[in-house]
């Protein structure tokens, strides 16, 4: 298919621990020169966040600026939109100038490595999952309170990937094994000890026809209407659980290595993205799966595994991060019917879980690079780092952010690819973060066993001190 209409390339650098001012039209950018994403999205990205254009005649000669929140609550008030309110834009337009950049705050700490950091999607819980067998659900309208504390039950190295349900009634934890468990989120218990003080079911994703052992989960989600679970494993598969008949309904082999990431593409379900080792994204319909026994199409612009995708939720977009230390912007529209591994350029032996990427290799492009855009600027080594889009509701989408092994959050701007943040405080990886879906705030969470949120507005408590004494929960 085509290549990408354009490419925002930005210089590789580490988080350097600038201040990052509080609203994102006041910081710095990374690149003295960067070109506009020409493409459909930044179109309705800008439509999702951009004001009225009568509000935005309140500035005359400056409508490349935001304008101010004064200004258009005075065009509120004088009905200049002929609505009387505010409408979506216009909301986040407002909302998406002032970023989660004050802080941090001290959620909790831990003795172990934190790999899993999520809100639900109402934003009234957070799951947060540790290397030590920990998960813990907080109650985030209660003051952070703990709500439930897992001991997950024949954990395989660590917890790598959990989910909650749409209806936040149950959480389903992964490891590197083939049962996914789940748990009764809703219970009286707050101490959730598998098998002991409550049962954590086990969910069997191996085939009845091997009764093969021997991978383990990187990826589970729920889909939107809570009867499935879509799972990404190492032994190169995408793996369906019908929970209603409690079986396993479908098994693809869909890459030619680790499948380290997988996700629903939107409401319908009938869609899957998967990202792998083999460096490609693939795009699946479950319509015509049994019939064309492959994938709906192939993305291929990595130059090395694909650690996590995530999607724009229209069933067109969505973004991928790399092992290449790069995150992609990708359009299914412009996908092939099918393509391999390219790794013609790689003439140098490295390995993401303990080298740092050669220096040789930053500059390389992929011939045939299909995506639509390119983010650079964090790093993606040691673990599977995770990237996600901004939220809808305050913000349209505009924005891009990640973990980063370099102890940072990054914060991208989705149509300039400009670094607008930078959040610097944790001393160890972060694989993984999360944006309320409502409220300006994001919460990371590292393998210095910190988690931490990060706000807007200053709400009194006592932020997290540089030199702070660590002490450490079991």
Known sequence: MGYAMSRLEM???????????????SSKRASKSLNMLDHEIAQVTKLNSSPHKQLAKLVPGTQKLSVSPVKMLVGREANYSARGRFSAADRCHMLSRYLPVKGPWLVDQMSTRAYVSQFSADGSLFVAGFQGSYIRIYNVEDGWKVQKNILAKSLRWTVTDTSLSPDQRHLVYASMSPIVHIVDVRSAETESLANVTEFHDGLDFSSSSDGSYSFGIFSVKFSTDGRELVAGSSDDSIYVYDLEQNKLSLKILAHTSDVNTVCFADESGHLLFSGSDDNLCKVWDRRCFIAKGKPAGVLSGHLEGIT????????RYFISNGKDQTIKLWDIRKMAPNATSYSGLRNYEWDYRWMDYPYEARDLKHPSDQSIATYKGHSVLRTLIRCYFSPVYSTGQKYIYTGSHDSCVYIYDLVTGERVASLQHHKSTVRDCSWHPYYPMLVSSSWDGDVVKWEFPCNGEAQVPATKKRIRRQ
């Open 11 to 25: 210089d590789s650098e580490l988080c350097d621990g600038d201040k990052t001012m509080p609203e994102a039209g």
């Open 308 to 315: 996590f995708i995530d999607s724009h939720g229209d069933g």
